[in-house]
């Protein structure tokens, strides 16, 4: 989206900028992540999801990476992201829908699986395009580096991140005939004054809000599988049984009686 067609106003969620930097062939998308991070903490709220304030950390840190890239990539590409650190030992998932401007994500915390190194893991669907998978492993355990390291490796092209404030965020992409050595050199402090020191081009503006559209059929979905295996496993005595979305870790109930017609018309 260009400047001539502007964010629809009635839109609501967090703004993201891109900006080509002339003479330095680059890109940069920046924003303030206030919004964004209060629609993440009344969705653990709402879910009775606690984490460990180090995970709740990582998280908010691979959130602002994951949200500047997909705004700086097609309209038409869904994305998701699995940053796994060994040390705290937890996944971070995030996944996104540039169609629509949702991201959303939880971490796992639970049964990671010990490693030799941290691993950040890409998928990405395009269009009709069969999905994409790369792997990559890095060295920090800061998902901001996790995210640098992908675009070196898997995308054969330089980026860097920057905490501007508290809830600022900034990344910055190379692109063809980029002063690598100027983007190389960049510090917070510099990104933080572009406006004054160089000559920014506004390229888009995107609308990004925490959305997952997970719902009871996409519950029914995942435990169809279980229930036709084994429904008393499944069930036991309960009338229910509740199930987390992989995607978001919100919480769902699903009676037996409704999975059980679920199944009938899905034979």
Known sequence: MSESNPVNPAQSGLEVRTYFVRERNVLLARANFSELFVDYYLHLSDQRVQLQPEHDALFKRA??????HCASRPWNEMTAWTINIQEPLVNLFLTGDNEIGSVTGRVFDEDVKRLPANIFYADVVRDRMPPRRSMVNFEEADPLKAAEAFYTQSEQRAARYFQL?????????EHPDCDLEWLRGLTAEQVAKLDETETLTLMERR???WHCGCNQERMMQVLLPVMRQDAEGLFGDDPKVEIRCPRCAARHAVTREALEAYAATHA
């Open 207 to 209: 609308i990004q809000r």
């Open 63 to 68: 959130l602002a990476a994951f949200t500047l």
């Open 165 to 173: 404030g508290e809830e600022e965020f900034a990344m910055i992409t």
